[in-house]
């Protein structure tokens, strides 16, 4: 009787941080998805696409979803062997 071959799954890998929601904290929101992104080895050109993605969103979050003493949340989360990134940033309003 054969076996079924054993499947391997992998976790994908998941980065969050907490940032203030200033232009500053856009700049570092994307400059840490950079970082982390080429530390997972994800191929240039979906690191160059998600540069663009995470500056828009995290600018958006710090110009228009900014309270005062609250910050945005930046999540990467890259699934290396389907080549897949999600980005969310939830800005500190709350409010959809």
């Known amino acids: 009787m054969n076996q079924p071959a054993p499947q391997l799954t992998t976790t994908p890998l998941t980065f969050t941080q907490l940032i203030s929601s200033t232009r500053r904290g856009a700049r570092l929101a994307r400059l840490l998805s950079v970082d982390q992104l080429r530390s997972w ?22 110009l228009h979803g900014s309270l005062p003493g609250r910050s945005f949340r930046l999540t990467l989360v890259f699934d290396a062997p389907l080549g897949r990134l999600r980005v969310d940033v939830t800005d500190g309003r709350g409010d959809r």
């Open 41 to 62: 080895g994800a191929p240039q050109d979906l690191t160059e696409r998600a540069e663009i993605v995470v500056a828009e969103l995290a600018a958006n979050a710090a």
